[in-house]
């Protein structure tokens, strides 16, 4: 059998090397009958703590039976814990589980209820015990916050382009036969690299005519300004202090 790291602080300590700091976490006793116990500050489960027990128990339940396991201060115990120097990596970062997850059912079509499958979860859990599961309309309001952020990225690009920008429409009809227009820009950025972007994807009343189409173009002089103003103008405020997406951004 491998020695964990948990093996190892505990060994240390009975050797009187470290001093386990797991017992910030309990309440030293002894009982009537002389026999030292720990019971746990959270939810007073008792265990036999003399000093050749080691305080391996003492540390599983607080890692995955305490009902405070998820605490803020016991997360922050686990993660500085170290074994040979090196910090060990505990707990679920959620902004980047959040974050993949969004990305994922973007980049693969999934539907939303595929976060709520119990096999999807399972292997999560597997991966990390301490990942929080999340619900589909989490997971629906986090890709809806990603295309906002992506819809004003390339909207701020688009305006400090140097050259000019390129919109074509396609038609596609749907099987209820409901007309849709694709609206695609295309645009050389400073570095001369050619861009192919969908801007909308619009339902167009029937019948499909030259001003039906202007109109959602926009129907002043200089339409492309006016497409591009007028959505910047119509997005919601940019989500900087949203969870989602802000360590990528900070760390970029
Ligand atoms: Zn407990």
């Avoid at 991966?127 to 004003?152: P, Q």
């Avoid at 801007?199 to 001003?211: C, I, K, Q, R, S």
Wanted: proline share 4%.
């Amino acid at each position: 059998m491998s020695t964990t790291s948990e093996d190892t602080l505990d060994f240390e300590e009975s050797h009187g090397t470290t001093k386990s700091g797991v017992w910030s976490f309990y309440i030293k006793s002894t009982t009537d009958e002389g026999k030292v116990v720990s019971e746990c500050k959270y939810c007073q489960k008792v265990y036999i703590a003399g000093s050749s027990h080691g305080t391996s128990n003492m540390r599983r339940h607080l890692r995955s039976q305490c009902p405070s396991r998820n605490s803020p201060e016991v997360l922050e115990f686990f993660a500085k814990s170290t074994s040979g120097g090196a910090v060990r990596s505990v707990g679920c970062n959620q902004v980047e589980y959040r974050e993949a997850l969004a990305l994922s059912i973007i980049q693969h079509e999934y539907p939303f209820s595929y976060v709520e499958d119990e096999g999807t979860r399972k292997v999560h859990s597997v991966l990390n015990s301490y990942v929080k599961h999340i619900s589909r309309n989490i997971a629906k309001a986090d890709i809806l916050n990603v295309f906002h952020i992506e819809k004003r990225r390339l909207l701020e690009s688009l305006q400090s382009l140097p050259g000019k920008v390129s919109l074509t429409s396609d038609f596609w009809t749907s099987i209820t036969t409901d007309g849709y227009m694709c609206i695609t820009a295309h645009f050389i950025d400073k570095d001369c690299n050619l861009h192919k972007k969908i801007l909308n994807f619009v339902y167009v009343e029937a019948p499909h005519t030259g001003p039906a189409i202007s109109k959602e173009f926009g129907d002043t002089k200089d339409e492309n300004k006016a497409f591009l103003e007028f959505d910047l103008c119509s997005l919601p405020p940019f989500p900087r202090s949203s969870s989602l997406y802000s360590s990528a951004s900070s760390s970029s």
